[in-house]
């Protein structure tokens, strides 16, 4: 099952910590997302990146910082200064055609706990 | 600004009748716009996008700048259409969803 892989798929931190939640493509998609699903409020854009070297802030960016050093890989940090960091992530990507994206393709998510 | 809005977070119905989830958008530009579907324990996945003016799995959804909506239909619905579905926004690179509704399809 290639494509786009999350791992892990869960995630214990403790209070405080910086984790890092990775996200990895074969697809050779230009384009990368993170996305923050919580219950009853849908998928919120985190981060997203259209091109290698250049990421920009979602609607829910403050507390989380990426990088995106390599075509394939946009891993995504959540600091200590996200205030309720404990949910489900999930990363998608997609070729970008012209001005246009195509079809967005998803990881099955990390489900971070903090404690 | 982008925004995607879902009224309805559950619609429940039986096997056999009309469905229609609805999705309204807030865009200046030129949006593209999709549904997507996440079936139990299987990963988010496109359903249909606005562009193709297709029907997949007996779903349709017609864009209206007018009223500014895209709602998804399917004159009969099926137990496995039982899912999560999403309305969602392209613009400016940004890929947006709405809050997402809940169908149940009772046998």
């Known amino acids: 099952d290639g494509g786009i892989t999350q791992s892990p798929k869960y995630l214990f931190r403790k209070e405080g910590q910086n984790v890092t939640l990775s996200c990895e493509q074969n697809l050779n998609h230009d384009a990368m997302y993170w996305y923050r699903q919580d219950p009853g409020q849908g998928l919120r854009l985190i981060y997203y990146s259209q091109i290698v070297n250049d990421f920009q802030k979602g609607d829910i960016a403050e507390g989380y910082s990426v990088s995106r050093e390599k075509k394939e890989s946009f891993p995504l940090t959540v600091t200590s200064a996200q205030k309720n960091p404990t949910a489900f992530y999930l990363c998608?990507?997609?070729?970008?055609?012209?001005?246009?994206?195509?079809?967005?393709?998803f990881g099955q998510g990390t489900r971070l706990t903090v404690v | 600004a982008q925004r995607v809005t879902q009224p309805e977070k559950l619609l429940s119905v039986f096997k056999g009748a009309p469905v229609e989830l609805k999705c309204n958008y807030s865009?200046?530009?030129?949006?593209?716009l999709f549904w997507y579907v996440q079936y139990s324990r299987q990963r988010l996945q496109l359903l249909l996008r606005?562009?193709s003016r297709e029907s997949i799995k007996g779903f349709t959804a017609d864009l209206n700048k007018g009223e500014t909506s895209f709602h998804l239909k399917k004159p009969f619905a099926q137990e496995e259409d039982s899912a999560m579905y999403y309305c969602a926004l392209r613009g400016w690179g940004k890929l947006i969803f709405g809050t997402g509704t809940r169908l149940q399809v009772f046998p």
């Open positions: 998608a990507s997609s070729i970008v055609v012209g001005q246009r994206n195509t079809e967005a393709f």
């Open positions: 606005h562009i």
């Open positions: 865009y200046s530009g030129s949006p593209e």
